[in-house]
């Protein structure tokens, strides 16, 4: 990892690699492994073939050389090999900092000739494991997400395979594979590309080059997007489907180690409100192909019908609380808690040797810092669920990290605002000062969309995963000086402190008095005051989306106080009628341009 993080800290050796030389440090372990002669040569001879491809590629990565290319020590790389050659049973864990590159396949390949030179798989305590970025990622690739597999990994040109789904679909199986996210947004500018249903997925935060996706999501005919929550692609959508989250529908997750876990529903979704196959199932019976399932479990019982690896899997076998590891052959079979064991799927594993390639783009005079994105532990992927929690009160915004030496050299404090210039955009964030990055390169996390981060971000990505370059992109740093703003600027600025900050204080005095209730008119009170806060940060939102000055923007949002945090606890003193704070709440709502209408005894 390029920085010191918090494993990084309690590792007995830790890689401080330069951003994109995965490969090299890869290659470089490898020839150590080589010279000394750590190599497992029976399991090699009996399991591999393709060696000779590999030696040639890592013959030249000196440590020396490695060391010169990627920054780590050569003594650092000579025991780190020797350690993992010699440990009798060696695990590789990776998470995105592996795959978010330019070569991102060739640095996964890289990993697993070191597995395969040194015996390290098909073995307790070994094999090669990707850590998923968000949950059931694996699950949701097992059962044919990927544009260009059908479930479980089957190919799409496969005639047998389209045979049996003809005969247990009635429809002929796709023959081509389809376009993955990157393909996508060149097809919609394109105009080939002319509706897109995403679910679950806030691509207008999350996906890099911002500028170019929200344009590409402009360009679309029909945008659908379903979620939990109005997430910033959803604001670009013509339709919007509200969806249910996993504790509100039934359904299975997979995790890392291939295990099938049943997950059941807790509670109702809201009214109206129905499960992600429920929609998909209705929309296409609309479409002229009837989807008739009555549960998931006859999903999963079709999935077994189609695919070998999950032949024995159904939900009644998933009841066990260890659930089920695939392959799953047949029905009796108790899955596979080691794979790889005596074989590979395809008899003997090949050896791909591949070289070092620098990153999609390299530091500049005019750009010269390397900044790396990612997430951090307070929040979840984009931050669409935990901002909506009291997580917030322990992080509420996007930093920069920055080596004290570049901020001795640049002159800027912790807590400074600065600009992020890259060749595509430019942003603003406050700077942290720490040591967990190294001199020349920067990091933030991408939780925030006030934060804007990846849009610096270039389009660059693998050519065979179209995985995005999250972890390389050139930038260089600007002081912000207030100063900027201009009269208007002030003047514009004042508006909303009056129309939205304002509001703000008259939520809080309704959250102050809700400790004056007893805990049935708090519940009520509540349900009223979590809608006048929404609204109220929709219209926050908003406002500062129609800045024209991003200095501006950033200075509101240093200002807004969340409007989430929870009610205070209940105290002593008079109560505070009920009719009273719920007038309050209605002139608040009705402020921010909504109708209150009173029905019976029930306002709405």
């Not at 999350?206 to 997007?225: C, G, M, S």
């Not at 929609?279 to 999903?299: A, D, F, K, L, Q």
């Not at 620098?358 to 010269?368: K, L, M, N, V």
């Not at 939520?507 to 008119?521: C, W, Y």
Request: aromatic share 6%.
């Amino acid at each position: 990892d390029p920085r010191k993080t918090e494993l990084a800290r309690l590792a007995n050796l830790h890689l401080p690699l330069k951003p994109g030389t995965n490969v090299a440090l890869l290659n470089g372990l490898g020839h150590v492994m080589m010279k000394e002669g750590l190599l497992d040569r029976p399991f090699i001879d009996a399991r591999t073939d393709g060696l000779d491809d590999w030696l040639k590629a890592v013959e030249p990565c000196t440590p020396e050389w490695t060391e010169h290319v990627t920054g780590v020590p050569a003594d650092l790389i000579r025991q780190a090999a020797r350690l993992y050659a010699t440990s009798g049973a060696s695990l590789c864990v990776h998470g995105l900092g592996m795959t978010e590159h330019r070569w991102g396949s060739h640095g996964v390949m890289a990993l697993v000739d070191l597995a395969l030179a040194t015996g390290n798989l098909g073995k307790p305590g070994t094999g090669i494991n990707p850590l998923r970025g968000q949950n059931n990622v694996q699950g949701a690739s097992d059962v044919g997400c990927l544009p260009t597999y059908f479930t479980g990994y089957q190919a799409l040109d496969d005639p047998a395979l389209g045979s049996l789904h003809q005969a247990v679909t009635g429809r002929p199986l796709p023959t081509k594979r389809g376009m993955k996210t990157p393909d996508m947004w060149d097809a919609a500018l394109a105009g080939r590309l002319k509706g897109l249903w995403i679910i679950g997925y806030d691509v207008a935060q999350t996906d890099p080059n911002l500028r170019k996706v929200r344009e590409a999501l402009r360009h679309i005919d029909f945008l659908v997007v379903q979620d939990l929550f109005m997430s910033e692609t959803a604001k670009l959508a013509h339709l919007v489907l509200p969806g249910a989250s996993f504790l509100e529908k039934d359904g299975t997750f997979t995790n890392l180690e291939r295990r099938i876990q049943r997950i059941r529903k807790a509670v109702d979704p809201p009214h109206g409100i129905q499960p992600d196959w429920q929609v998909v199932c209705e929309v296409s019976t609309r479409m002229g192909y009837p989807m008739s399932y009555r549960h998931p479990s006859e999903i999963m019982d079709e999935i077994a019908r189609l695919t070998p690896m999950f032949a024995g899997v159904s939900y009644d076998r998933l009841e066990s609380p260890d659930g089920l590891q695939w392959p799953v052959p047949e029905a009796g079979h108790g899955g596979t808690a080691l794979m790889h064991r005596d074989r590979f799927p395809k008899g003997k594993a090949h050896f791909v040797g591949v070289d070092y390639l620098p990153p999609g783009e390299s530091p500049t005079e005019e750009y010269p810092f390397t900044l790396i994105t990612g997430r951090i532990l307070q929040h979840y992927n984009c931050g669409a669920q935990t901002r909506r929690t009291d997580i917030l009160d322990v992080v509420d915004v996007d930093v920069l990290e920055m080596h004290p030496e570049d901020a001795a050299r640049m002159q800027v404090a912790g807590g400074d605002l600065i600009r992020l210039v890259s060749p595509r955009a430019t942003v603003l964030l406050p700077v942290m000062i720490s040591e967990r990055v190294q001199p020349g390169q920067l990091f933030t996390s991408f939780h925030f969309p006030a934060s804007d981060v990846n849009s610096l971000l270039s389009s660059s990505s693998d050519d065979q995963s179209r995985c995005p370059e999250y972890k390389v992109s050139i930038v260089r740093v600007e002081p912000v000086d207030w100063e900027e703003l201009d009269a208007d600027d002030e003047r514009e600025l004042e508006a909303v402190r009056v129309e939205v900050l304002g509001r703000k204080g008259a939520l809080a005095n309704v959250s102050k008095e809700m400790a004056k209730m007893t805990p049935e008119q708090r519940a009520a009170v509540g349900k009223l005051l979590n809608g006048a806060k929404q609204a109220l940060e929709a219209v926050f939102d908003a406002k500062k989306a129609a800045f024209d000055s991003a200095a501006l923007a950033a200075r509101l949002e240093s200002e807004w106080v969340d409007l989430t945090a929870p009610a205070p606890e209940p105290g002593r003193g008079a109560m505070h009628p009920l009719t009273q704070i719920q007038a309050e709440i209605e002139d608040l709502f009705v402020s921010l341009g909504f109708t209150v209408l009173e029905i019976g005894r029930a306002h709405v």
